[in-house]
T-cell receptor, first 113, second 113 residues
Framework: GQQLNQSPQSMFIQEGEDVSMNCTSSSIFNTWLWYKQDPGEGPVLLIALYKAGELTSNGRLTAQFGITRKDSFLNISASIPSDVGIYFCAGQGVSGNTGKLIFGQGTTLQVKP | KAGVTQTPRYLIKTRGQQVTLSCSPISGHRSVSWYQQTPGQGLQFLFEYFSETQRNKGNFPGRFSGRQFSNSRSEMNVSTLELGDSALYLC????????????FGSGTRLTVV
């Protein structure tokens, strides 16, 4: 099925370091979303982006909606052990307001205390 | 308020059997979407329901079906189970038929043996 290209696939970092991950697509999207998933749980919404160029923060998290509407990035500053998990980007297409989200393959983040 | 509730949490079925999974959305939410999550394919959209109507369908065979009841609760059914149907099935709900504020449940882990 259709997917976004998310990178990196995995990251192993030291506590306190900053993290950056991004997603690209060959299609444009109306909305970009970033989710975090812990083992055995469903994804939890971290940040939603609705306009091209939009830069939004949520605590230590910052995400941007690319100008071309085909990409987005997520930054995590000063990582802590509870940031461990899988991060997914998701795009909602231009065909209208539906619940169909296209997900990236995920970035697995591990934080060494 | 209660989140999205999916039952059962775990399920083991034999090839050829059928299975029904249940999703109770957040109270007041009328839109429900279903996703299949596997290590190989990631998160794939199955279908979306709004006010008992299927609004969108993903690229899955006809063995996968769903429905939504008047109280917004939703079920999905998989007939003639195959080994490849083993996955985490996630349900997400939202106030309206859009991606804004979609909340995921914890999922049903289906294992086909």
């Amino acid at each position: 099925g259709q997917q976004l290209n998310q990178s990196p696939q995995s990251m192993f970092i030291q506590e306190g370091e900053d993290v950056s991950m991004n997603c690209t697509s060959s299609s444009i999207f109306n909305t970009w979303l970033w989710y975090k998933q812990d083992p055995g749980e469903g994804p939890v919404l971290l940040i939603a982006l609705y306009k091209a160029g939009e830069l939004t923060s949520n605590g230590r998290l910052t995400a941007q909606f690319g100008i071309t509407r085909k990409d987005s990035f997520l930054n995590i500053s000063a990582s802590i052990p509870s940031d461990v998990g899988i991060y997914f980007c998701a795009g909602q297409g231009v065909s209208g307001n539906t619940g169909k989200l296209i997900f990236g393959q995920g970035t697995t983040l591990q934080v060494k205390p | 308020k209660a989140g999205v509730t999916q039952t059962p949490r775990y399920l083991i079925k034999t090839r050829g059997q059928q299975v029904t999974l249940s999703c109770s959305p957040i109270s007041g939410h009328r839109s429900v979407s279903w996703y299949q999550q596997t290590p190989g394919q990631g998160l794939q959209f199955l279908f979306e329901y709004f006010s008992e109507t299927q609004r969108n369908k993903g690229n899955f065979p006809g063995r996968f079906s769903g429905r939504q009841f008047s109280n917004s609760r939703s079920e999905m059914n998989v007939s003639t189970l195959e080994l490849g149907d083993s996955a985490l099935y996630l349900c997400a709900s939202s106030l309206s038929a859009s991606a804004y504020g979609y909340t995921f449940g914890s999922g049903t882990r289906l294992t086909v043996v």
